[in-house]
């Protein structure tokens, strides 16, 4: 056998070496000999074959047709893997700068795909190599006979599809007929993840929080300015900013900074920074981090939920006074975020409580602006927030009434696929093997995406983009 180098060698440019991974005996890293740069990893199986790869580095060239690309697949499918079991083409996924290709295996009773038992490639759009692996070699089918109709698979599917009716904007990125603009709309927010052919009670999957029926109610106003509330003022002292794409951030900070740092909010520091971003053009407060403080001791009285939210809800209304009457409180289990170690020289971040708000608009949620803050539960100082509100200016050019009723939306919804028999993985044996089962799976044939939004007014619906995917 061939050692790794040598099997991988063609997928250079470059002379390569490789060495065994500290941790993990199977991964090996693929160096670039002239630069000693890491350029890719293998992985191997327990007979030392190459089961896995993954380049580095990999760019651009000239495109080729995806018929180009399948054959190359192939051609290296018969090279990696001259001895697998029978696998089939099973889809090809565009994602814009690669493909991804996927073979199969396909079950002898029925000739379905059993999806997660072959090879995937992963190949520049001018057919270089990403990556490929080997997967779900070893596997149990469990023998059913078929009970119920795709007919009768359908109606219970149906039976666990529910629709809230809320404002969404339909962006192109995610939705394939999307243009971007709001829209009043029947949002799918639970639905079957498949029906089994024996015909028992399909498990469904619920999309949706859990809201307090009553819009919160925002306390007296404080005399603090917006950044005292938030606590930059008196303690720290701005250092920086930049702009960026219509976002301003701000760097704040106690102390002069040791060290170079970064304007992206969400990339720690090696010096305890505050980071605010703020929309340019209105000056609204977007965003906020703070640095981590450590927990307290056990002898420090913590903040009760109530007066954590009182904060939250204070500084909500400092930055948006206009904003009462629009928000509900997301229901949530009391959940402590941090920890305590029990060694008692050493505390954890500081426990917090996280508060979720959900935007409402003449009575109807605005789907995706959530806000949320972070309250220190010994501090009672802001950890991190994210405001996220709506332009009312956009939704009040929107219809206030739906003119279709949840009924007829389902219905749309139900013309727009068809059920069909495929495997399912629901469960593993003793040895972590998949276990494949019969079930019926939805299959929206015209639009290939998911339909997951009905207009309210005038019943187009809306399908999420899957890209330029071929299934089979």
Known sequence: MMNIVEQIQSFFSFKIGSTVNEWDPNQHEIMNTSTEEEVGVVTIDEQGRIVGFTSYDWGSGESISKEEVLAKSNSLLDTLF?????????????????????????????????????????????????????????????????????????????????????????????????????????????????????????????????LEPDYVLFPSATDKTLLEQIGLLPEYTLIDSKITAGKRVDIWSKTKPLHSYSFDIDELDEDELAKIEWDEASGTLLRATFPEKPASDKTVQELSWDDALDIALQTLYKAYPSVEGHLKLEKQEEEIEGYEEEDEYFLGPEPTYTFYFHYFHHGIRVDNHASYMDIGRSSGDIVSLTFDLPSDAKLNQLPEKALLSKEEATDIFKQQFKMELTYVINDSDDEGNPIYSLSYLPSFTETVGYVRAIDATTGEYYFVDVGDAFFR
């Not at 339909?170 to 079957?192: F, P, S, V, W």
């Open 82 to 210: 001259p001895n697998r079991t029978p696998v089939e083409l099973s889809s090809i996924f565009d994602m814009d700068d690669h493909y991804m290709v996927i073979f199969n295996q396909k079950d002898k009773t029925y000739g379905l795909f059993l999806h997660g038992t072959g090879y995937t490639f992963c190949l520049t759009t001018s057919g270089e190599l990403i990556s490929f692996y080997e997967e779900g070699q070893d596997f149990v089918i469990v023998d059913e006979v078929i009970q119920i109709s795709e007919v009768q698979a359908k109606e219970l599917y149906l039976k666990s599809v529910d629709f809230e009716l809320a404002f969404k904007q339909l962006d192109r990125e995610q939705y394939k007929n999307g243009d971007d603009q709001y829209h009043l709309t029947y949002h799918l927010i639970e639905h079957a993840s498949d029906v089994p052919v024996n015909g028992s009670e399909p498990v469904s999957v619920r999309e949706e929080n859990q």
